[in-house]
């Protein structure tokens, strides 16, 4: 809302100095810091009436130490999370980017899954929330949505230079260029890192490039919303690790909207993507404020309102950026977390009609648990699953100069 008066103070009354205002870097801070200022200075308030309007936590007995303490914490603070995001990112952001568009509208459509599967559990008072087959269309609904728009909108575009990008004595070098409709994405780990849908698929037809590239695009939603919302069972574990990945899309999306900084790092240079830095600071501002009452001992749950939005949003990022292929790495976290819990369900399934009787990997699924059942206190397991996800942060972006 603020970016065309800021457009119109610089470029039409030429106010000496408001041209800063229009700096991604500005307005990439100020939504970090508006971000913050909702969390934290109002993240009380909006606790106390969640108690008041008795929205607490239903937990099932697991059998995990501490699991009784929280009985009643408040929940549903993805709401919190979901305004902390939105209301910078409306303040500060170009709205008439397709890519933002595109990121508010995923956030709400998310939101709005998880609030109905939390409203479910705790005014209707049904533990098992809203059926696992609505969530999945509600997803695959949301991956239709960025998977056409990714695919047919004209203003999705990568641009390709004819050379190099140089800058000698001072004076940078604009080499000639073209922007191109094209289904490219970074590969990580091999010399030349794009790869292109459309030579990969050519073979099936044309046709069938935007429906599987659409498919795509609703299983890497799905996978890693999914992911986080597993991850989000002990406090503090899905806020930071979420704050973790999205320091690191941060990054990417500055530099994949920066000409000079993407060809001097070989990264693909996607026009207006710089914009995306706005909301991703927004994004990481809502996730640190909400630690602020979410770390251990948790004041306030996010439920699935916010954990279902944070990996979805995690994933579309990804994919506005063209860096959904590095999502195993960056993501680990939401990958292992997952993976632990597929395994020790199809391994009990498997030992149950083979032997009679199930058996088990991991003492409790997902990976979290386990080691609560283990004896590790649950900040103990927070603090080294963080460190593990900025590890994997640091290598995807170790990545950038693998040519």
């Excluded at 890519?99 to 709400?108: A, E, K």
């Excluded at 997902?366 to 996800?389: D, N, S």
């Amino acid at each position: 809302m603020l970016y065309p008066i800021f457009d119109y103070l610089d470029r039409v009354l030429d106010i000496p100095g408001t041209g800063v205002f229009r700096y991604i870097s500005f307005r990439a801070g100020m939504a970090a810091v508006f971000s913050l200022i909702i969390t934290i200075t109002f993240g009380e308030a909006i606790i106390n009436w969640i108690r008041r309007k008795q929205i607490g936590e239903t937990v099932r007995d697991l059998g995990l130490e501490g699991q009784a303490q929280k009985k009643g914490t408040p929940t549903m603070g993805g709401l919190m999370m979901i305004a902390a995001i939105l209301i910078p990112t409306l303040l500060f952001a170009n709205l008439n980017n397709v890519y933002i568009i595109l990121l508010l509208i995923s956030t709400v459509w998310l939101g709005l899954i998880g609030f109905l599967d939390d409203y479910i559990k705790v005014f209707r008072k049904n533990k098992e929330g809203l059926k696992g087959r609505f969530k999945i269309v509600g997803q695959i609904g949301i991956g239709i949505i960025v998977g056409a728009t990714l695919y047919y909108n004209d203003d999705v575009v990568i641009r390709e230079f004819s050379t190099p990008v140089s800058i000698e004595e001072g004076i940078v070098e604009t080499p000639s260029f073209q922007d191109v409709k094209a289904l490219k994405t970074t590969i990580p780990f091999v010399k030349n890192n794009e790869l292109d849908y459309e030579r990969m698929l050519g073979f099936l037809g044309e046709s069938m490039v935007p429906v599987l590239y659409i498919l795509v695009a609703i299983f890497i939603i799905t996978a890693v919303s999914n992911g986080a919302n597993i991850t989000d069972g002990i406090d503090g574990l899905a806020a930071g690790t979420s704050a973790i990945i999205g320091l690191a899309i941060a990054i990417f999306a500055y530099l994949s909207g920066n000409a000079i900084f993407s060809q001097y790092l070989n990264i693909m240079y996607i026009p207006n993507s710089g914009e995306l830095v706005i909301f991703a600071s927004a994004f990481i501002g809502a996730c640190i404020g909400f630690l602020w009452y979410n770390a251990y001992p948790a004041q306030v749950f996010m439920g699935d309102t916010g954990s279902l939005m944070l990996g979805g949003v995690i994933a579309v990022l990804a994919l506005t950026l063209r860096k959904e292929l590095l999502i195993p790495i960056l993501c680990g976290i939401f990958l292992v977390e997952n993976v632990s819990v597929m395994l020790q369900v199809g391994y009990f399934k498997y030992t149950r009609k083979k032997y009679g009787e199930g058996r088990r990997i991991f003492l409790m699924s997902p990976l979290h648990h386990h080691y609560q059942k283990k004896g590790i206190h649950e900040a103990k397991i927070v603090t080294r699953f963080w460190i593990v996800g900025i590890l994997l942060a640091v290598i995807t972006l170790a990545t950038l100069k693998l040519r």
